[in-house]
């Protein structure tokens, strides 16, 4: 697919920060957590105009880097341990808890974030990682849905995203998800909003540029949720969609939309070759 030109907004706005003073970044680091290496560069999918698919952890500051290489350091890991405890409380009209069905713990799911969205071939949807857990909850379990992007789904999406890392991100994008993939496509290149800006504008264009402070990344998700400093909690995907859209002045779709979940799937399927990183820390 042809790259789309920078809008005038947008391309003022990197030449004002491109060359500004910031905190350096290294990025030939290498991730290492807890001794397990983490795969940050590997080469794109054909249907990407562009040669490697670079993690976000790559262009984080030092400090920023070594917050998600310690698992007693990186903040994420709270929720984490908030979620653990989650597993194990009863609720819901069966009496039961996650752990109640899932006798061997979380690690059940090991391999289950990098394949994720995927196809659910019994109930004929895309399935996102939310819609497992609210699944098991309320057919389960007997128990109220957990609302997206809210604390206690976010924290058990990162313990379950937890027992996948460092495996290989391969979301498929064909099949019956093809026509979904596609949706997702269109959606990240075409431009919105008062500042006429598409998701490619920065992650595929402009990716290694400053802005304001910040650098800007290849948006892959691959490290999501992820805590941010910024707001000092852990982030879902289509949370940080959400707070993109708004970023550039267009009317966000609704978390957990069709529109949102086509995204999600085609930005997942761009970090393919990546590792799980979940939870990461970011900006």
């Known amino acids: ?3 789309i030109t920078l809008s005038a907004t947008l391309a003022a706005g990197l030449a004002i920060f491109a060359g500004s003073a910031s905190a350096q970044v290294d990025l030939d680091a290498v ?3 807890e001794g397990m290496d983490i795969t940050t560069r590997a080469p794109a999918a054909d249907f990407l105009d562009i040669d490697e698919v670079i993690s976000g952890w790559v262009y984080r500051t030092k400090e920023t880097q070594a917050l998600q290489m ?3 350091e990186n903040p994420g890991m709270i929720f984490v341990d908030i979620a653990m405890d989650d597993w194990n409380t009863v609720d819901g009209s069966e009496g039961k808890s996650c752990a109640s069905c899932h006798t061997d713990g979380p690690a059940e799911f090991a391999g289950l974030r990098a394949e994720m969205p995927r196809w659910n071939e019994e109930k004929g949807s895309l399935f996102n990682m939310e819609d497992y857990i609210n699944l098991m909850r309320v057919e389960y379990m007997g128990a109220e849905p957990l609302k997206w992007a ?5 924290a058990m999406v990162a313990l379950i995203s937890l027992q996948s890392r460092g495996d290989t991100i391969n979301v498929a994008i064909d099949g019956p998800v093809s026509d979904i993939w596609e949706q997702g496509q269109e959606l990240y290149f075409t431009r919105v909003g008062q500042l006429d800006m ?14 304001r402070a910040d650098r800007l990344s290849q948006g892959q998700s691959n490290g999501f949720p992820t805590y941010r400093l910024k707001n000092a909690k852990l982030n879902s995907i289509q949370a940080r969609f959400k707070g993109c859209m708004s970023n550039i002045r267009a009317e966000p779709y609704a978390i957990g939309s069709e529109e ?7 930005v997942a399927s761009r970090g393919n070759g990546l590792s799980v990183e979940g939870p990461s820390v970011r900006n």
């Open 31 to 33: 991730l290492n957590v």
């Open 260 to 266: 949102f979940r086509a995204l999600e799937l085609y």
């Open 1 to 3: 697919m042809k790259k």
């Open 150 to 154: 809210k604390p206690r789904m976010d």
């Open 70 to 72: 310690d698992d007693f």
């Open 198 to 211: 598409s998701c490619a504008n920065c992650h595929e264009d402009s990716y290694g540029l400053m802005i």
